[in-house]
């Protein structure tokens, strides 16, 4: 049924545990995986002429962007090597992670989004997560939600 599953990370311990229920359900349906991962866009504190001490030069803030989306798509591949479920990762930057994780999804070709009913910021908006609830609201694949 299922042949290619999106499988979105945050880092958080749900997302972690999705994860490696996403690996159970990859391998009774025979899919893969593509771990996701929706990354901050870089905004410069910067004001002006006025650059503050904590100021991250552009090339820091994507190295440092990039191993963490390495570390969160690593915790995702090794699950799925353990279960025998072939995974790939990618990430993205961006402000709208819900619009990320639907066009990582379209440019896959994945046919299932297996995501965490919340995220790092808790519940918010009571049961499900903001951008669970947007992904919900404005994806047209399936989305299995796992909380």
């Keep these: 049924m299922f042949k290619h599953i ?4 945050d880092g958080s311990t749900l997302s972690l545990r999705v994860a490696k229920n996403a690996v159970r359900f990859a391998k009774v349906h025979g899919a893969r995986i593509t771990a996701f ?8 504190n910067v004001a002006g002429d006025y650059i ?3 100021f991250v030069p552009p090339s820091v803030f994507e190295k440092r962007i990039q191993k963490t989306a390495d570390k969160y ?3 995702i591949k090794k699950l799925a090597a353990v279960g025998d ?4 990762g990618s990430y993205a930057s961006s402000d709208s992670p819900y619009q990320a994780i639907i066009k990582a999804a ?3 070709k994945c046919d299932l989004i297996f995501m965490a009913s919340h995220g790092r910021s808790g519940i918010a908006g009571l049961l499900i997560g903001s951008e669970t609830n947007k992904v919900l ?3 047209k694949l399936p989305v ?3 909380r």
């Design 37 to 44: 991962h929706a990354a901050p866009e870089y905004h410069p």
């Design 85 to 88: 479920v072939p995974c790939a």
């Design 137 to 139: 609201t404005h994806c």
């Design 6 to 9: 999106l499988v979105p990370t």
């Design 144 to 146: 299995l939600v796992y």
């Design 52 to 54: 503050p001490a904590n």
């Design 73 to 75: 798509l690593d915790q």
């Design 106 to 108: 379209k440019a896959n």
